[in-house]
């Protein structure tokens, strides 16, 4: 198994402008969980989605939106880019129903200019 | 609220030498908790979960629920251990696919 896989790579977008950031969780895997990561912080929680339904939000403003397709994949699209929306986006998927452990894609590195 | 505390930004040992990474909580209750790593130019790697209570790479990490504590530790440490270690936490009030990470600590191990 690949693990989960997170298309782009890289990413560079200019303010205003959309962008649409897609994942793919490990087989058998139906939660996936979106993380917006900052240069020296830990992750921070965006999304969850399961059996494509939507289960939690953080805290970000409504620019940002995702969804689950049936096979599970998932995509995180933000709107009106933003200089402070330049990070690295982290894709998570896990068993999901009383399993917390989570495991983490390679991530997309996203350049607001 | 529920938070995670790594108070090191930076821990510098050299080889051979014991290591400590500190992880303090915050939440009431009996929580899982779990250390992820991130080596150079690769993916966060869950490290260990203290329910299985496993030894991991020589880590080893044990919940002190009276100093709501999850520090991790490795006797003798090697070159190959340096990387980003992050501490994490379910949000019980969220999501289950919420985990509250700490701010991490970067252990660099000298030759």
């Known amino acids: 198994d690949a693990g989960v896989t997170q298309s782009p790579t890289h990413l560079i977008k200019t303010r205003g402008q959309h962008v649409t950031l897609r994942c793919s969780p490990i087989?058998?895997?139906?939660?996936v969980s979106w993380y917006q990561q900052v240069l020296g912080q830990g992750p921070q929680f965006i999304f969850q989605?399961?059996?494509?339904?939507?289960?939690g939000r953080g805290n970000f403003p409504d620019r940002f939106s995702a969804r689950q397709f049936p096979n599970y994949s998932s995509e995180l699209n933000v709107n009106a880019l933003l200089l402070g929306d330049s990070a690295l986006y982290l894709c998570?998927?896990?068993?999901?129903?009383?399993?917390?452990?989570?495991?983490f894609g390679p991530g997309t590195r996203l350049t607001v200019t | 609220a529920q938070r995670v505390t790594q108070p090191e930004k930076l821990l510098s040992v050299f080889k051979g030498a014991p290591v400590e990474l500190k992880c303090n909580y915050s939440?009431?209750?009996?929580?899982?908790l779990f250390w992820y790593v991130q080596y150079s130019r690769q993916r966060l790697q869950l490290l260990l979960r203290?329910?299985s209570r496993e030894s991991i790479k020589g880590f080893t990490a044990d919940l002190n629920k009276g100093e709501t504590s999850f520090h991790l530790k490795k006797p003798f440490a090697q070159e190959e251990d340096s990387a980003m270690y992050y501490c994490a936490l379910p949000n019980y009030g969220g999501s289950q696919g919420n985990l509250i990470f700490g701010k991490g600590t970067k252990l660099s191990v000298k030759p």
């Open positions: 998570a998927s896990s068993l999901g129903q009383g399993r917390y452990e989570q495991y």
């Open positions: 087989s058998g895997h139906k939660s």
């Open positions: 989605y399961y059996e494509k339904e939507e289960r």
């Open positions: 203290h329910i």
């Open positions: 939440y009431s209750g009996s929580p899982e």
